[in-house]
């Protein structure tokens, strides 16, 4: 065989182990991330979560998550959003997430209460959460247009809506992050039983890490339904919501909450809360 072909032939060979290697790579990573993401829909199953003036009712789990994040320029997090509903109102919202902190995959879950008053939550039959107040607090939008009366037109009235508003965290350090509007509402709903006519939640992020929940409805009956909204914090540092560049929400940083196992007392009646819930070796 002359040089020339031998030397062609050692390339495609070459080649060929490339490109038989790349599928392998990426069937591996497709691999990992879909496991991941069935462990946390496992977590999120084992909840049951009821309103205290609604005790026989359990709060039932939308099947897929409403976001699968990753943040992988801070600890390698990962995680996904679950919301858990009644009538077809969001009535928690909820993260299972994990992160590399030194040698351990630390895996954590955290929620808050969209409900208008108390509940309960318990996982694997262990009461870990019962929140005793509303989880969030609607403010009318005093300049927002009457809601549509076609479902179509109050969806992009919605986006309209919250593209002006904004989100902010201030970590302990005092870094401030501009938190980012996701362009489409995690969920869209339409209750039922409710003087609610329509609602969507939107999230502001940190990477797609949602970090600042907005909640957007069209509240009262429908001739006198008006367009309001309340934030939820999903993070324990300081966040700052504002509407049209005035400042109208605010939670302080909590040193208190990170590090706290699931079934610790602490933040049990908080609307919200986050706890780890196992650690194990990270593999290299």
Known sequence: ????????????????????????????????????????????????????????????????????????????????????????????????FTFRQGNLIRRKHEYHSLAGGPLSAEYRGQRVWTP???????????DAPKPDDAPRRRLSQMKTLAADFSANMVEFNGQRSELRLLPQPLLRYEPQRQAI???????????????????????????????????????FMELKGSYKQREVWRVEGDRGIPGLSIGSPKYQDSVYATYQVSASPAQE
């Open 1 to 96: 065989m002359c040089p020339a072909l031998l030397l062609n032939l050692v390339a495609w060979i070459a080649l060929g182990q490339q490109d038989s290697a790349k599928p392998r790579l990426e069937t591996k990573t497709s691999s990992a991330s879909s496991k991941a993401l069935q462990d946390f829909k496992r977590d999120a199953s084992d909840y049951v979560m009821r309103l205290e003036n609604r005790p026989n009712d359990e709060l039932t789990l939308r099947n897929e998550p409403l976001l699968h994040w990753g943040n992988p320029a801070r600890y390698g997090e990962d995680g996904a959003v679950f919301v858990w509903m009644l009538d077809g109102r969001p009535e928690v919202v909820g993260s299972v």
């Open 132 to 142: 005793r107040t509303a989880g969030v607090a609607f403010q009318a939008i005093a």
């Open 197 to 235: 006519v329509d609602g969507a939640l939107f999230a502001f992020s940190l990477g797609t890490d949602p970090e600042v929940l907005l909640l957007l409805e069209a509240r009262g009956e429908p001739e006198r339904a008006e367009w309001q909204f309340a934030f939820a914090r999903f993070h």
